[in-house]
Nanobody, 123 residues
Framework: QLQAFGGGLVQAGGSLRLSCEWS???????MGWFCQAPGKEREFVAV????????YYGDSVKGRFTISRDNAKTTVYLAMNNLKPEDTAVYYC???????????????????WGQGTLVTVSS
């Protein structure tokens, strides 16, 4: 199971760090973050491969967000800097059964999902 933490209300230009913990045995899985704003489709944010050798970001967050993982703590993080009002959304973490997928940007690739954590950025 996956559980995401760290959402909240922040002013534009501020920062947040989201965490996603998974329970159970260590997973040799790629981990991703997606976001979904009201009335919009779920959007790819970032992915990190099992060994952290492959990291990719959605165009709208490049240079502002950083994904990382600590396999010993079975946790994946999303550091969000220079937040903008358009970043307001529910953020979901997800786990892929494979160490890494070429189609990492598709939500259908992921097999396990956390419950989501709300990020609200005020202008």
């Amino acid at each position: 199971q996956l559980q995401a933490f760290g959402g909240g209300l922040v002013q534009a230009g501020g920062s947040l760090r989201l965490s996603c913990e998974w329970s159970g045995r260590t997973l040799r899985h790629a981990m991703g973050w997606f976001c979904q704003a009201p009335g919009k489709e779920r959007e790819f944010v970032a992915v990190i491969s099992w060994n952290s050798g492959g990291i990719y970001y959605g165009d709208s967050v490049k240079g502002r967000f950083t994904i990382s993982r600590d396999n010993a703590k079975t946790t994946v993080y999303l550091a969000m800097n220079n937040l903008k009002p358009e970043d307001t959304a529910v953020y979901y973490c997800a786990a892929d059964k494979s160490p890494f997928s070429r189609t990492y940007f598709l939500s259908s690739v992921y097999d396990y999902w956390g419950q989501g954590t709300l990020v609200t950025v005020s202008s």
